[in-house]
T-cell receptor, first 113, second 112 residues
Framework: KAGVTQTPRYLIKTRGQQVTLSCSPISGHRSVSWYQQTPGQGLQFLFEYFSETQRNKGNFPGRFSGRQFSNSRSEMNVSTLELGDSALYLC????????????FGPGTRLTVL | QQQVKQSPQSLIVQKGGISIINCAYENTAFDYFPWYQQFPGKGPALLIAIRPDVSEKKEGRFTISFNKSAKQFSLHIMDSQPGDSATYFCAPRGTSGSRLTFGEGTQLTVNP
């Protein structure tokens, strides 16, 4: 069974640009969560989706948004990029809305110059 | 708000030794207490988890001890191996969804 896929794996953008990251969950999984990982702040929750509905949102500015499609694939978008947005963005999928195990993808490394 | 505090930040253990990582939490709404393991270049992966109605759970060389009254839980790695060298995160989950609240992480190095 294929794992969680995230594309692209690496991305370099400049300040002010916007970026879209993609996450394909494990087949059959309906829940997708996003996390930002930085050396200074660690792993922080961005948002979670279940069956196309956003269930929870973390404490991030409105420049961070996401959505989930009917096939459970998810995208997150960051507009007006700032240097501090440089991070590893991780996506996790699970079968149910309140899971015991979540499966993480390898992440997308975003660098903002 | 620092809801989950993990210690130590880094740990160096000799092969065959015991590694102990601690996690303290504030949010009493957490109801599932996993530990995740992350290797460089990879996403975190579930290692072991415990529910609050159990005080201890053992899976192979890995044991979670849970103290509900103290709002603390810990990970014990027995007979630590160089392949255990990784970053470990406690990441309790609440009741409203899949959201995990990660600790700061512990970088474990097991010397051969």
């Amino acid at each position: 069974k294929a794992g969680v896929t995230q594309t692209p794996r690496y991305l370099i953008k400049t300040r002010g640009q916007q970026v879209t990251l993609s996450c394909s969950p494990i087949s059959g999984h309906r829940s997708v969560s996003w996390y930002q990982q930085t050396p200074g702040q660690g792993l922080q929750f961005l948002f979670e989706y279940f069956s196309e509905t956003q269930r929870n949102k973390g404490n991030f500015p409105g420049r961070f948004s996401g959505r989930q499609f009917s096939n459970s694939r998810s995208e997150m978008n960051v507009s007006t990029l700032e240097l501090g947005d440089s991070a590893l963005y991780l996506c996790a999928s699970s079968l149910v809305a309140i899971p015991n195990e979540q499966f993480f993808g390898p992440g997308t490394r975003l660098t903002v110059l | 708000q620092q809801q989950v505090k993990q210690s130590p930040q880094s740990l160096i253990v000799q092969k065959g030794g015991i590694s102990i990582i601690n996690c303290a939490y504030e949010n009493t709404a957490f109801d599932y207490f996993p530990w995740y393991q992350q290797f460089p270049g990879k996403g975190p992966a579930l290692l072991i988890a415990i529910r609050p109605d159990v005080s201890e759970k053992k899976e192979g060389r890995f044991t979670i001890s849970f103290n509900k009254s103290a709002k603390q839980f810990s990970l014990h790695i027995m007979d630590s191996q160089p392949g255990d060298s990784a970053t470990y995160f406690c990441a309790p989950r609440g009741t409203s969804g899949s959201r995990l609240t990660f600790g700061e992480g512990t970088q474990l190095t097991v010397n051969p």
